[in-house]
């Protein structure tokens, strides 16, 4: 297979994460129309209220409500899903010429995948029905997101390369080890919800900027 072919490849694979990342956002916030109201500490609530709500409670089967929240949890359950896809993608689709040592491609690539895993596995289990699971898979979708993050930074770092993805990379990383505290002192309130906001949309906008740089590849690998 040619190198042209391989590029062209590429930046279809960046083209459909994009897709994917957009996608989440999209559908995330039309889940939010339609879940059916209450939140962990006021069951009473009614819809969605995004500095209250955590993203999970979208993909509940069952609101806090006690209602049916079958529209929202689809919805939401299936974007999540595709979002994690589009992690997968990116990661299988990272060079040398982004992560600027083939060590760190490796390493990164194994720990990137396990964390879209966990993404899908946030998505195929239910935080009313399946709670221990569900966490679970937030946890090694987090701690792998870290460990990316705190890689790629000192990769950058290192080689003196100051650009957007290392300054997001950056505020991503504070705000993740924000939330994991958050997790670990067992907090709960609209702060995590909060937080969480934070995390997640930083974390959509950093891989946008990663597949920008996977659909732009064969540009980089001329300077390499």
Same mark, same amino acid.
């Given at each position: &297979?040619n190198?042209?072919i391989?590029?062209?490849?590429?930046?279809m694979f960046?083209?459909?994460?994009?897709?994917g990342?957009?996608?989440?956002?999209?559908?995330?916030t039309?889940?939010?129309?339609?879940?059916?109201g209450?939140?962990?500490?006021?069951?009473?609530a +009614?819809?969605?209220?995004?500095? !209250?709500?955590? &993203?999970?409670?979208?993909?509940r089967?069952?609101?806090?409500?006690?209602?049916?929240?079958?529209i929202?949890?689809?919805?939401?359950?299936?974007?999540?899903m595709i979002?994690?896809?589009?992690?997968?993608?990116?990661?299988?689709?990272? @060079?040398? @010429?982004?992560l600027?040592?083939?060590?760190?491609?490796?390493?990164?690539?194994?720990?990137?995948?396990?964390s879209?895993?966990? &993404?899908?596995?946030?998505?195929?289990t239910?935080?009313?029905?399946?709670?221990? +699971? !569900? &966490?679970?898979?937030?946890?090694?979708?987090?701690?792998?997101?870290?460990?990316?993050?705190?890689?790629?930074i000192?990769?950058?770092v290192?080689?003196?390369?100051?650009?957007?993805?290392?300054?997001?990379s950056?505020?991503?990383?504070?705000?993740?080890?924000?939330?994991?505290?958050?997790?670990?002192?067992d907090?709960?309130?609209p702060?995590?919800?909060?937080?969480?906001?934070?995390?997640?949309y930083?974390?959509?906008?950093?891989y946008?900027?990663?597949?920008n740089?996977?659909?732009?590849?064969n540009?980089?690998?001329?300077?390499?």
């Open positions: &297979m190198n042209r391989i590029q062209n490849r590429t930046k960046g083209i459909i994460a994009v897709i990342l957009v996608q989440f956002l999209l559908f995330s039309i889940a939010m129309f339609f879940y059916s209450g939140t962990s500490w006021n069951k009473l +009614e819809g969605y209220t995004f500095w !209250h709500n955590v &993203m999970s409670d979208l993909g089967t069952v609101s806090y409500s006690g209602l049916s929240n079958t929202s949890s689809k919805i939401f359950n299936s974007s999540l979002f994690g896809i589009s992690i997968i993608i990116i990661y299988l689709n990272m @060079s040398k @010429s982004f600027l040592s083939k060590n760190f491609v490796s390493f990164i690539k194994i720990i990137g995948i396990i879209g895993l966990g &993404m899908i596995g946030v998505a195929l239910p935080d009313d029905i399946l709670s221990d +699971e !569900h &966490m679970l898979a937030v946890w090694i979708w987090i701690l792998s997101l870290t460990t990316v993050l705190i890689l790629l000192v990769s950058k290192i080689h003196q390369i100051y650009d957007s993805i290392l300054y997001v950056a505020i991503l990383l504070f705000a993740v080890l924000i939330h994991i505290g958050q997790g670990l002192l907090m709960w309130s702060t995590v919800a909060t937080t969480q906001k934070v995390v997640v930083l974390n959509v906008l950093w946008l900027l990663i597949s740089n996977i659909i732009n590849q540009k980089q690998l001329k300077k390499i």
